[in-house]
C-alpha cells in the first residue's frame, strides 16, 4: 500500500495532555493523526527503537491506524534516517513492529477475527448502504468493532465504486456502540474488473466507512485488513493476499497471514508535505 502521507506525525507529545492532542487532530481533519514519543526518558527518534503511539481521529482515539503507523515509520526512516531494523511501537493494540522491506516496510499487525451474523440484525443499517439483496453474509469483528459486509458475486467493482452511503443516518441507524465502522468487501475476479493497473487480480476490494470515529469513509484502512485478511484468507484458502481498497483516492494493499493470529501489511509512504506546529 501507498500512503502519499495523508497522515500527521507528531512527534515527542510528553508535554500534550490527551485534550491537546485530540485538538491537534480535529484541527487538522484528516481520518487520523498520530503522535509519537520516546519510551527511554533521554530516547532519540533518529536511533532509538522502541516508542509510545496513539492514533487520534477528527473525534476520537482509536486503538489502531495502519496507514498513519506506516506514516509514522517512514518519517523515523525516511525523514529522521533511523538505522534501526526495526522499531516497536507500544499501542492500545499491543506492540506493534515496523521494519524496513526494501523501498517499502512491513508491519507486523493483530489478525482481528469476524463471526457471522444475521443479516436481519443489521437490516436497516444495511439498506442505507447498498440493497439487502447485494449482500451475500455480515459478519462482526468483536475486537475492532468493525462489520464486515460481502457483496454478492454478482455485483462488479463498478457498482462498489458507485456506492454512496447515507452516512449521516447510518449513525442514526446504529447508536448501541457495538458498530464503529462498515466494511464492504467483494470477493476480486477479471470478470467483476477487480484487476489491478498492472494487470494483477485481486483476490478482493472493498470500501470503508467510520462515521461512529469521525470518518465518512477512510481512503485505505490499515486496521480493516487485519479483519479482511482473517475472512478472506478463511475463504479462499490463502496465506497471502492481494487487495484494493476502492475509495475516491484508493490504495492497493499486500498481506500474509501468519501465526499465531498475527498478520503482515506491506507498503510504501511517500512524504509530500513538512511543517512544525506552534502550541
Known sequence: MVNKCKYIVQCNFQDLSEAQMQKVAAEMNLSETVFLRNKE???SFSKGNSFHIRWFTPTNEVNLCGHATL????VLYNELRNPSSSVKFDSLSGELVVSKDGNGFVMNFPLNETIVQDKAEYHKLLELIVSVDCVETVEYSPPTKKLLVRLTDKMTRKQLE?????ISSMMAAEVTGKVKGVIVTLKGSTENGAVSSDGE??????RYFAPWNGIPEDPVTGSAHTVLAYYWGKVLSKKTLFARQCSRRGGDVRM???EGDRVDLIGQAVTVLKGSFIL
Do not use: E, W
Open 162 to 166: 458507485s456506492l454512496t452511503p447515507d
Open 71 to 74: 506514516a509514522t515509520a517512514a
Open 256 to 258: 500474509r497471514v501468519l
Open 41 to 43: 526518558k533521554n530516547g
Open 201 to 206: 487480480t485481486y483476490d478482493f476490494i472493498s
